[in-house]
């Protein structure tokens, strides 16, 4: 059974970074896309950013490029979002999830496993 177990989250001031880190476990039928959600309170889950299995093709959320930066240790069977320049509106919980796809896509139905979250907040 593949697990994912996402790390890192906590209370940081605006301004500040987090780095959150996604560790999968389990055997995996084949390479695999790993991606970031987030979802806020009242609101759907929402894409953040993307990574395919060779880390040679990545995605991002058009409003969140230059902030938020996706990349994987395939070797390890991590991922990780490093976040920067934070800010209240980024108060969410972060997913990470895989897709068995050699793209880095980001709609919600392609990702078939999905971990638990991890709560990022950033106060004003």
């Known amino acids: 059974q593949v697990q994912l177990v996402e790390s890192g989250g906590g209370l940081v001031q605006a301004g500040g970074s987090l780095k959150l880190s996604c560790v999968v476990s389990g055997r995996t039928s084949s390479s695999y896309a790993m991606g970031w959600f987030r979802q806020a309170p009242g609101k759907e889950r929402e894409f953040v950013a993307a990574?395919?299995?060779?880390?040679?093709?990545?995605s991002y959320a058009e409003s969140l490029k230059g902030r938020f930066t996706i990349s994987r240790d395939t070797s390890k069977n991590m991922a990780y979002l490093q976040m920067n320049s934070l800010k209240p509106e980024d108060t969410a919980v972060y997913y990470c999830?895989?897709?068995?796809?050699?793209?880095?896509?980001?709609?919600?139905?392609?990702?078939?496993?999905w971990g638990q979250g991890t709560q990022v907040t950033v106060s004003s």
């Open positions: 999830a895989i897709g068995y796809t050699t793209r880095a896509v980001t709609t919600i139905d392609w990702y078939d496993v």
């Open positions: 990574i395919n299995w060779s880390a040679r093709d990545t």
